[in-house]
C-alpha cells in the first residue's frame, strides 16, 4: 500500500519560471492538503482540497499559486513567476475524512524540495 | 506569534538515555494535539494523537501526555536508539477546521552511539 506520494522530490527554477508541484494521495484518500516549510521553520498551511473542489486555500498567497484536485490524477500546486522567498520544501498530506478528528489522521509525503536561482 | 512552542530547540543524548521533549500551546478551543516524528528529507509520521480528554498516549517506546488546563504536552522517549535521531514536531489543531493542522518548530533530536 503505497504512501503519499510526491514529485518531483527536488525542483530547481530561475526567478519567473512557473513551478508544478503533484502529490498522488494514499488509496483511498479523497482529501488533500498542501503545506509550505521555509528553513527553520514550522510547516504552515496552504490548502485543503477535495476532489475537484478547493475547500480552504486560506492559507495560500493572493497571488501567483494555485492548487488544483482534478477528478482524475494527482493533485497540483503550481506557482507562476516564482521568486526566491518561494524556495522551500512543499509538503503534501492526504487523509481518508476531512475532519482532522480521532484517527483521521493526515499521512504526509516526502515532500518536494524548491530552489529558485 | 507561533501558537505552537517547542523546546529545546536541540538535543543531544547517548544511545539507551531517556529524554523528555516539551511543547506549549495557545491554540483555543483545543481540539486535537499530535506528535510526529520527521527524519531529514523525510515528511513527518504521526507517533501519537490526543484530544482534550486525555492524558497520555503511548506508541511503543514514545508516551506522550497533555495538560489541558496548563496547554503543555510532553513527549518522553526511552531507552533512546540512534534511529531516534529525527526532529520530532507537535501539532495542534482548533474546533475551528480541525484539518488545519498547526506545526510548532521540532525539537531536533541527535543520538549519539
Known amino acids: 500500500n503505497a504512501g503519499v506520494m510526491q514529485n518531483p522530490r527536488h525542483l530547481v527554477r530561475r526567478r519567473g519560471q512557473e513551478a508544478r508541484l503533484r502529490c498522488s494521495p494514499m488509496?483511498?484518500?479523497?482529501?488533500v492538503y498542501w503545506y509550505r516549510q521555509l528553513p527553520e521553520e514550522g510547516l504552515k498551511f496552504m490548502v485543503y482540497?477535495?476532489?475537484?473542489?478547493?475547500?480552504?486555500e486560506s492559507g495560500m498567497p493572493k497571488e501567483r499559486f494555485s492548487a488544483e484536485f482534478p477528478k482524475e490524477g494527482p493533485s497540483i500546486l503550481r506557482i507562476q513567476q516564482v521568486v526566491r522567498g518561494d524556495s522551500a520544501a512543499y509538503f503534501c498530506?492526504?487523509?481518508?475524512?476531512?475532519?482532522?478528528?480521532?484517527?483521521?489522521?493526515?499521512?504526509f509525503g516526502p515532500g518536494t524540495r524548491l530552489t529558485v536561482l | 506569534k507561533n501558537q505552537v512552542e517547542q523546546s529545546p530547540q536541540s538535543l543531544i543524548i547517548l544511545e539507551g538515555k531517556n529524554c523528555t521533549l516539551q511543547?506549549?500551546?495557545?491554540?483555543?478551543?483545543?481540539?486535537?494535539l499530535r506528535w510526529y516524528k520527521q527524519d531529514t528529507g523525510r515528511g513527518p509520521v504521526s507517533l501519537t494523537i490526543?484530544?482534550?480528554?486525555?492524558n497520555t498516549k503511548s506508541n511503543g517506546r514514545y508516551t506522550a501526555t497533555l495538560d489541558a488546563d496548563t496547554k503543555q504536552s510532553s513527549l518522553h522517549i526511552t531507552a533512546s536508539q540512534l534511529s531516534d535521531s529525527a526532529s520530532y514536531i507537535c501539532?495542534?489543531?482548533?474546533?475551528?477546521?480541525?484539518?488545519?493542522?498547526?506545526f510548532g518548530t521540532g525539537t531536533r533530536l541527535k543520538v549519539l552511539a
Open positions: 498530506a492526504s487523509s481518508p475524512l476531512g475532519t482532522g478528528l480521532g484517527t483521521d489522521t493526515q499521512y
Open positions: 488509496k483511498g484518500h479523497s482529501h
Open positions: 482540497l477535495q476532489k475537484e473542489n478547493i475547500i480552504d
Open positions: 511543547c506549549n500551546y495557545t491554540v483555543s478551543p483545543f481540539s486535537n
Open positions: 490526543m484530544t482534550f480528554s486525555e
Open positions: 501539532v495542534v489543531t482548533g474546533t475551528s477546521g480541525t484539518y488545519k493542522y498547526i
